[in-house]
């Protein structure tokens, strides 16, 4: 086909680039990432300091508004987030309607979503101000939804937190107080969500956020397209991988950790078998994440003093991928999703949860990335296609088919 016909066709030159794995959809200043050096960085601090020395607080703040919060601009955001963060009562009865059984990834969504109607100033956002009150009111709101998803699965009765604790302190308390039972804070539980929360907080145009830029390009609301980027993290091919590395290592235990029968199977074109938690589609010599994650699952799990054979496992098939022509060949290394999850497990939180976890670490990189949108004034989403269908046919009526 010539270049004139495609423009005749499409209205212009249309570009196929199956997954966008070379299409660059927007401009941004949040997160710098370079895939080939493994370098992550949010608004230029790099993660691994921010991983070190940051709060998930001050790590939203940074990714939201650009710069790191003066202690004053912190203690404002905090406590702008806790006024807002009760959820009407009615939102119970719709966490009520849902089996036990359900997915607290399909519960996540779901409530953020309802959270649109019953908090309408949030659809239309139309200032500044607007902006700001949708943004303390989902980092307020969304740690309560996450919290009861879990407490739905285990039959507790739901807690409400304690707006003396800080952000991550409180997550933590509305996940796990039992009634009746004194809770005290546990700072290693503490201090390695924190990191968790701080290493997901963004990743560029990854599917979840660009889902969140494009929903949110029709000027749909900050909740609906959080709740469409929750979604779009649940797959195993993204977010939902942690669920999955978990599982998969599980069933190696079961299946006597034979790690070399399942690089076999991952390798094997017939079989549709992936190793969970390995490859990115941009990093290609290692995940700057999982480095960090690694490094911190040793000390969690030692500080815990858990012992985990699923941690051997781990590191077992990680060795023998490292020396593996496949994997070497196609640069897959393990990614972020590969040992959070055993930190996640050591920490009390069930499998099922893993993924509402990362979404909650990702959710200041999604407000920060639908923000940066909404405030370039870029335009709505609109990709083309090739059309491979079939040419003009006539209808033909139902008795004569
Ligand atoms: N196990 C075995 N083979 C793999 C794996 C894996 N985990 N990942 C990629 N490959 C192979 C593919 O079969 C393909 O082989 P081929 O060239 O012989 O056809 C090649 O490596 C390239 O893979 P693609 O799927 O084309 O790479 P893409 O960039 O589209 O996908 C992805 C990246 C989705 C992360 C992929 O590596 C994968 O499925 N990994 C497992 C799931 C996972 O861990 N996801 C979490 C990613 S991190 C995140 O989203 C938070």
Known sequence: MDISSLRGATGGVTTLDAGFKNTGSCKSSVTFLDGEKGILRYRGYSIEELAEKADFLEVAFLLIFGELPTASELEKFHSDIKKNSIVDEDVKKILDAFPKSAHPMGVLSSLTSALTAFNPDSVNVESEEDLYNSIVSILGKFPVLVAWSMRKKSGLPLDYGDKNLGYVENILKMMFKVPNEEYTQN?????????????HA????????????IVGSS??????????????????????????????LEAIKADGGDTKKYMGKAKDKEDPFRLMGFGHRVYKNFDPRAKI??????????????QDPILDIAKGLEQEALSDDYFVKRKLYPNVDFYSGIIYRAMGIPTEMFTVMFALGRLPGWIAQWREMRLNKEPIGRPRQLYTGETERAFTAVENR
Request: glycine fraction near 10%; proline fraction near 1%; hydrophobic fraction near 50%.
């Open 293 to 306: 994650i690694k490094v911190a699952a040793d000390e969690v799990l030692g500080d815990l003093g858990v």
């Open 219 to 248: 000027h749909a609301g900050l909740f609906a397209s959080i709740s469409a980027g929750i979604s779009a993290l649940w797959g195993p091919l993204h977010g939902g991988a942690n669920q999955a590395v978990l599982e998969m």
């Open 202 to 213: 963004d990743h560029e145009q990854n599917c979840s956020t660009s889902t969140v830029r």
């Open 187 to 199: 700072k290693i539980l503490v201090d390695a969500l924190d990191k968790l929360l701080i290493l």
